[in-house]
């Protein structure tokens, strides 16, 4: 995926989570990252994302597992 088809998906999800409104946020972020996730070939480079993604998270510690 190169950069402008990035920020083609990412304006896409913007727009769809405008759309669902504050509420059904979090439910959709959930089931992206769950479906996301299934596309990874190893656990892994999931759990490295997964720590990547918590890092600097103010109240999260041994985030790398």
Sequence with gaps: MNAQEL???YTQLCHG???AGEAATPR????L???LLLQVPSAQVA???VADALDGVQGVEGAAG
């Design 17 to 19: 989570l405008t759309a």
């Design 7 to 9: 920020d083609d998906v």
């Design 28 to 31: 959709i972020l959930a089931r």
């Design 33 to 35: 990252s769950l479906l």
């Design 47 to 49: 759990a490295k994302a």
